[in-house]
């Protein structure tokens, strides 16, 4: 399966035996990422496309590499949907180098990555054919890198 | 990521163990011990022995990294990986636990028999479907606020027991007496808090399931130790369910994995062999905020399986007009996969130890006398549950004093043989249903896809599993439990 925004799409690909692998290309590392939620939101529900917005969110946070940032991008998806029973999606999403962090920051730390962005959807409801319960992404296999053609990424989802 | 040619490079060590040398890969501290019989482990996937061989190069890991009979490919460690640290020298590690913390299995007893609960199946399984959530985004019934969840993780099933959700019983029943002693909410975050706290009482999705079962006198492989075990008539009705921590588990384990990763190579001086195997020393003081916090998920777990049971107990109650004690409805026994745990283990040279053992997919399974069991298994061994796929049974073990080399640890399941992705290709859940309702089994899903997903040809067969763990000395088969109904998470 590949499919998502005009400008990025994902694919669930083979990975794990018990979890689902996602590779998601894209233009620049903000497309990736809104494709990267964009494939929780079809593990998730049947029929994504037909998703309301009456429920937005703002979100924003820094990580010292771009694979934290995607990992903490997913981990507030899922935080909504479990928290506060919220089904997203990105409606605009902005990854920008960061101001230099001090402390432990571990590799690339110097500069970092913020990630500002908007989500847009609605309330989990009867409505919804419900599919896959994704507990967490996971670091196996985790990467977002340039490549010839534009950024990708690869995350695999423990389910 | 270094190349193992496996299983030709394996060593046979006697029936049912194999080992893969410390010189397989550089930095490995020990060798990689297997579990299974020749036909198992030749249908394990290689990357299962590459992830084994990564985790015997952990600093503080003993004897062997060691991979059970149903082991398969997963992250970190594979599903079915057992290491065990010393404490002192030795990391703890989110990649050797998994996300779903102490996701484990319970199984119940009644007096009933197949032929008083069959003319009841259905409207049992409706009832258990209505009263059990199962599902994405599923609440329970249990309200509790924050303060409230703060008592359900300190104190896990002994706080279900004292809110009215079951019997001080169920407790000596249950690992750890149903508390694990380490937990400290100020180890957790608020989101942790916040995403798990309505949760409890929610059997959550994947291989999560609850399932009314049937002991058919052919399935009794020890009369003795099944009747210890409260398994006493002929075809007699259990109850077995298997679900965790919930989010509050995944959160937990997401919140430490990225710490660890941003400190390992700075504060530690750790390489990152491969990210999922992120990990601190187990002494730090990170190391011990995230086993202070994994306690807390463990016990998450241990409420909502308890919670859980008090439904069941209310279901069957309605259903045949007695109440839970009249029809005999009580624990065998809880166990649970996803952990880490100080454990008090035989020393090689004689004495004791204590080491942090991990088990990732993999079952603790203690040895015929050993102190920490209940007085009525201190005879017969710690019972283990080994789940099978929805459509072929589970079976019921005890531990065995041959164990001892594997720390006393024993497969989980039956393990998967293919991706999710691959069994909803190949079935409709809809099908499914009806294939097994042919069969003899009510089957009632949270979703289509789900139920696909967990389909029998997805999985080893669970009587190799169960066979390949007493050949080793892991565990010895008592019974196998046919499944008549199905609520799938």
């Known amino acids: ?159 | 990521m270094v190349a193992i040619p496996a299983p030709a490079s394996l060593v046979p060590v006697r029936p049912g163990v194999f080992e893969l040398p410390k010189d397989v890969r550089p930095g490995m501290r020990v060798p990689v011990r297997v579990y299974g019989t020749e036909e198992l482990v030749a249908a394990m996937d290689d990357q299962v022995f590459i992830q084994a061989a990564n985790v015997a190069t952990l600093p503080g890991i003993v004897d062997a990294s060691l991979v059970m009979p149903d082991a398969h490919w997963g992250y970190g460690f594979p599903i079915g990986g057992v290491a065990a640290m010393d404490p002192d020298t030795g990391v703890i590690s989110p990649g050797g636990i998994g996300f779903d913390i102490n996701c484990g299995m319970r199984l119940v007893r009644t007096d009933l028999v197949w032929s008083e609960l069959e003319p009841h199946l259905e409207r049992l399984v409706e009832a258990l479907a209505a009263r059990v959530p199962a599902g994405t985004g599923r609440r329970g019934f249990v309200r509790v606020d924050e303060d409230g969840f703060r008592e359900v993780l300190r104190d896990g099933a002994v706080w279900a027991v004292r809110a009215g959700y079951g019997e001080p019983a169920d407790l000596a029943y249950t690992e750890s007496h149903g508390r694990y002693p380490n937990a400290d909410p100020d180890a957790v975050s608020e989101r942790a808090i916040e995403r798990g706290r309505h949760q409890i009482g929610t059997l959550g999705s994947g291989n999560h399931y609850l399932e009314i079962q049937v002991v058919r006198d052919a399935g009794v492989h020890d009369a003795r130790l099944a009747r210890a075990f409260g398994l006493d008539r002929p075809e007699q009705v259990v109850v077995m369910f298997h679900c965790g921590s919930r989010g509050f588990g995944h959160q937990v384990a997401s919140d430490y994995l990225r710490q660890f990763l941003k400190l390992m190579p700075t504060r530690w001086g750790l390489p990152v062999l491969e990210r999922d195997l992120a990990c601190a020393p187990f002494r730090s003081d990170e190391g011990q905020a995230y086993f202070r916090a994994m306690s807390c998920a463990a016990n998450m777990s241990l409420a909502n399986r308890q919670v859980i049971l008090h439904r069941i107990r209310e279901v069957f109650s309605d259903v045949f007009g007695r109440s839970a004690e009249e029809l005999g409805i009580r624990t065998v026994y809880d166990v649970a996969h996803n952990n880490a745990r100080l454990e008090r283990l035989p020393a090689p040279g004689g004495g004791e130890r204590i080491l942090l053992v991990h088990r990732k997919g993999a079952t603790r399974s203690l040895p015929p006398g050993h102190p920490e069991l209940p007085d009525a298994y201190r005879e017969t061994g710690q019972p283990v549950i080994i789940g099978g796929s929805m459509e072929t049974g589970s079976y019921l073990l005890a531990g065995m004093s041959t164990g001892a080399e594997s720390f006393y640890s024993t497969a989980h399941g039956s393990g998967r043989t293919m991706s999710r992705t691959q069994a909803r290709k190949r079935v409709h859940g809809r099908h499914l249903a009806r294939r097994m309702a042919e069969r003899g089994i009510v089957v009632r899903a949270a979703s289509w896809a789900g139920l696909a997903e967990e389909a029998g040809f997805a999985y080893k067969s669970v009587e190799a599993v169960a066979e390949a763990t007493e050949v080793a000395g892991l565990s010895r088969r008592v019974a196998h439990l046919v499944p008549v109904g199905n609520v799938k998470g």
């Open chain 1, 1 to 159: 399966m590949s499919e998502g925004r005009p400008e990025a799409t994902f694919s669930f690909v083979e990975g794990p035996t018990s979890d689902l692998t996602v590779e998601a290309r894209g233009p620049t590392p903000a497309a990736v990422f809104a494709a990267a939620t964009d494939a929780l939101l079809a593990a998730t529900i049947a029929s994504p496309e037909r998703l309301g917005t009456s429920v937005r969110r703002r979100v924003a946070f820094e990580e010292p590499t771009l694979e934290l940032l995607l990992l903490r991008w997913l981990d507030e998806w899922i935080y909504l949907r479990d928290a506060e029973q919220l089904l997203m999606r990105a409606a605009s999403v902005a990854v920008t180098r960061a101001a230099a962090q001090g402390g432990a920051a571990g590799e690339g730390a110097e500069a970092g990555w913020r990630l500002e962005a908007e989500l847009a959807g609605e309330p989990i409801d009867a409505a919804h054919e419900l599919l896959t319960d994704v507990k967490a992404p996971t670091a196996h296999g985790l990467r977002v890198a340039e490549t010839a053609g534009g950024w990708e990424a690869r995350v695999t989802l423990d389910v």
